[in-house]
């Protein structure tokens, strides 16, 4: 049974995910990219997973890194996703930096982010599948409304009793 690229995409795409930004020094440069294909994996060790497609710039380059950010994005932060995602039309980029932290490079002002040291990279039909092991945590104590990604396009929570 032959399935459809396309068909899969669009099924797949009705789970509901947050939104991160990657974020890797190699060179000597802070490379970065959108990813809502993130998970944790273990508590024991702590581990986290994000895949990203092979042919990508950060695909090509991701077995050069130690060590990667995990940037989890609050919802007004949506001009950030677009930028690293490669679909920003403006001529100057949005506002952000990175702050360099324990775990790596932390983008500023998201809401929570994880550190971690490559693991393992493997193979995954046309992705990396990349492991980390989770070295350091930061969490706003600000709430914040998450940033999330539904068929294709972005979403909101609708706000929950605390």
């Known amino acids: 049974m032959s399935i459809d690229v396309r ?12 939104v991160t930004v990657i974020a890797a020094e190699v060179d000597g440069a802070i490379k970065a990219m959108t990813a809502n294909s993130f998970t944790s994996v273990s ?8 895949c990203v497609g092979k042919t990508t710039h950060m695909g090509q380059i991701v077995h050069r890194a130690n060590r990667f950010s995990v940037n989890i994005l609050r919802q007004d932060q949506q001009n950030l996703s677009t930028y ?13 930096t990175f702050v360099n932290w324990d775990g790596g490079h932390r983008l500023d002002g998201c809401p929570a982010a994880i550190g971690c040291a490559v693991e393992t990279i493997s193979e995954g039909g046309d992705h990396w599948l990349v492991i980390g092991r989770v070295l350091t945590l930061y969490r706003s104590e600000e709430a914040f409304a998450p940033l ?15």
């Open 7 to 18: 068909a899969f995409r669009h099924t797949a795409g009705q789970f509901v995910t947050g």
């Open 43 to 50: 508590l024991d060790p702590p581990l986290v997973l994000f």
């Open 84 to 96: 690293f995602a490669g679909g920003w039309k403006e001529p100057a980029p949005p506002p952000f």
């Open 148 to 162: 999330v990604f539904h068929a294709g396009r972005y979403a909101t929570l609708e706000e929950r009793e605390p």
